[in-house]
C-alpha cells in the first residue's frame, strides 16, 4: 500500500498515519488513509497513471496537485470531472478511470 507514500516532507514535515479505509477503483478495492487524497492514495498504492488524455491519449497523473489542471480528473461516485489531487478519500467511494472529458451519461 505505501509503495510511494511520502512519510517526511521537507516542508509539511512528518506525516501522521490514518485510519485505513477501503476505496474502490475500476472495481478493485484500494487501501487508503483518511486523510489522503485519492490521486495520493492510488500514487502510495503504485497506480501514477490517472487518466489518459482526450486527444492523443497520453498517459496524465499527478501534475499541479493544488486543483489548479485537469491530468488528475477521474469519475467519482458517478460524477466526471473530479479533480482527485484536491478530494479527500472516504470509505467506499467509486472511483472510475474517466475517458475523454466526461459526462453524467457516462455514470455507471
Not at 74 to 94: L, S
Amino acid at each position: 500500500m505505501d509503495k510511494f507514500r511520502i512519510e517526511k516532507h521537507p516542508i509539511l514535515g512528518d506525516r501522521e498515519p490514518g485510519t485505513r479505509v477501503r476505496i474502490f477503483v475500476d472495481g478493485e478495492p484500494v487501501e487508503a488513509e483518511e486523510g489522503d487524497t485519492i490521486a495520493g492514495a492510488l500514487w502510495a498504492s503504485g497506480r501514477v497513471v490517472l487518466r489518459h488524455s482526450p486527444k492523443y491519449e497520453q498517459p496524465r497523473g499527478i501534475y499541479c496537485a493544488n486543483g489548479r489542471c485537469t491530468d488528475c480528473v477521474m469519475q467519482v461516485d458517478g460524477i466526471p470531472n473530479i479533480r482527485t489531487c484536491i478530494t479527500p478519500v472516504r470509505a467506499g467511494m467509486q472511483v472510475v478511470t474517466q475517458k475523454g472529458v466526461g459526462s453524467l451519461e457516462e455514470r455507471p
